[in-house]
C-alpha cells in the first residue's frame, strides 16, 4: 500500500454491510497516492443496528467524507445534518462530507451516471430510455435521466416499485415516463422505439454470471446499452448487446464517476479520472479470479 499515515492524515471510508469485497478503497487510496494527498480510505464494515453509532463516530473522530453503500443508503439520510436536493428526491445518499462536524450527503451515482454519459458523448435530452430496476440505483438513474429530459420506461421485477418511482419522477420532472410490468412482450415493445437501455438491476452480477434480464434477440445497433452491474466487467447482457451490434457501456464506468464526484467533494480537487478507473478495473481483476 505504501500510504504514510501521520498525525495529520486525514480519514474516508466507506460504510455498508457487506464491505469486503469493495473496489472503493483501491480507487481512492489510488487517486490520493497519485495526487501526494496526506489522505486514508478505510472500509468500515457497519450493521444496520450501529449505523446511528457509526455516524456519530464520523463527527467524534472527526473523518472527512464517507461512501455509504448497501444497506444504508436511505437510514444514512436522517442521520445527517443536510442532504442536497437531488439525493432527496431519489431518497438516498451515497456520499457525505463532514465540515466541522456538520454532515452534508449527497447522491453522485446520480451525478456519476450523467458524467459517464457525457464522457461516452451521449446526451439524454429527448432520448428513449429503458431502465430496469426500480431499486436505489434505478431511483438514481431515472432522476438523472429525467433531469436531463430524457423519455423514460421502467420497468421492474416488482411492478409496485416502479410505479412508485414513476409517480415520484413524475412530481418533480415534466419528462414522460411510464412503468411496465416486467415480461418479453412489453421488452420488446419498449426497445422497439428506445435508443439506450440500461440495466440498474443486479441480473447478471457474480456469482450468477450466467443470468441475463433481456433475450438476446431484442437487442440491436440501435441500442446503446449500459449494464451497471460491474461484477464481472462484462456481462452476459454486454456481450450479447455487442454482438448484435449495440454500443455498449460497462459498470466499471459508472463506478468510477460516482467515486470520482466523491473524491472531488472530499478534497474539491479535480479527481484523477484515469486512475481511478484503473485502480478499481484493477481491483475488479482481482476479484474474477
Ligand atoms: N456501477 C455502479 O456504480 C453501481 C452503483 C450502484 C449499484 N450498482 C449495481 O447495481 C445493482 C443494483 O443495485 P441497487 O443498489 O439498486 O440494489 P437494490 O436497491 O437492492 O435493487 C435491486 C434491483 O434489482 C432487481 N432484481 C434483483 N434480482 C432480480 C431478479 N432475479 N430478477 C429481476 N429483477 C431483480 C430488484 O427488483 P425488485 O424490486 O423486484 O426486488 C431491484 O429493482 C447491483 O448489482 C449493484 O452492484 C452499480
Avoid at 436511505?74 to 439525493?87: K, N, Q, V
Wanted: charged share 20%; glycine share 8%.
Amino acid at each position: 500500500m505504501n500510504l504514510e499515515i501521520n498525525g495529520k492524515t486525514k480519514l474516508c471510508g466507506l460504510m455498508g454491510d457487506p464491505v469486503e469485497h469493495s473496489v472503493s478503497p483501491a480507487m481512492h487510496n489510488a487517486a490520493f497516492r497519485a495526487l501526494g494527498l496526506d489522505y486514508a480510505y478505510l472500509p468500515f464494515h457497519v450493521r444496520r443496528e450501529d449505523l446511528a453509532t457509526a455516524i456519530a463516530g464520523v463527527r467524534a473522530f472527526n473523518i472527512r467524507g464517507l461512501n455509504i453503500t448497501i444497506p444504508h443508503k436511505i437510514e444514512a439520510m436522517g442521520l445527517l445534518d443536510e442532504t442536497d436536493r437531488p439525493a432527496r428526491q431519489i431518497g438516498a445518499v451515497n456520499v457525505v462530507v463532514n465540515d466541522c462536524g456538520r454532515l452534508s450527503g449527497f447522491n453522485t451515482d446520480a451525478e456519476g451516471f450523467l458524467s459517464m454519459l457525457t464522457e461516452h458523448g451521449i446526451e439524454p435530452q429527448g432520448k428513449n430510455v429503458v431502465v430496469l430496476g426500480a431499486g436505489g440505483a434505478a431511483r438514481a438513474i431515472c432522476f438523472a435521466l429525467a433531469s436531463r429530459g430524457a423519455a423514460l420506461t421502467i420497468l421492474n421485477r416488482t411492478a409496485a416499485r416502479a410505479r412508485a418511482c414513476v409517480k415520484d419522477i413524475a412530481k418533480a420532472f415534466s419528462t414522460q415516463v411510464n412503468a411496465l410490468d416486467l415480461n418479453r412482450e412489453n421488452m420488446a415493445y419498449a426497445l422497439q422505439k428506445a435508443g439506450m437501455l440500461v440495466n440498474a438491476t443486479s441480473v447478471g452480477m457474480l456469482p450468477d454470471s450466467g443470468a441475463t434480464p433481456v433475450d438476446s434477440d431484442l437487442l440491436g445497433p440501435h441500442l446503446t446499452v449500459v449494464d451497471i452491474v460491474y461484477n464481472p466487467r462484462q456481462s452476459r447482457l454486454l456481450k450479447e448487446a455487442s454482438k448484435a451490434g449495440a454500443k455498449i457501456i460497462n459498470g466499471l464506468e459508472m463506478l468510477t464517476w460516482q467515486g470520482a464526484l466523491a473524491f472531488e467533494r472530499w478534497t474539491g480537487l479535480q479527481p484523477p479520472i484515469d486512475v481511478m478507473r484503473r485502480a478499481a478495473s484493477a481491483a475488479l481483476r482481482q476479484h474474477e479470479k
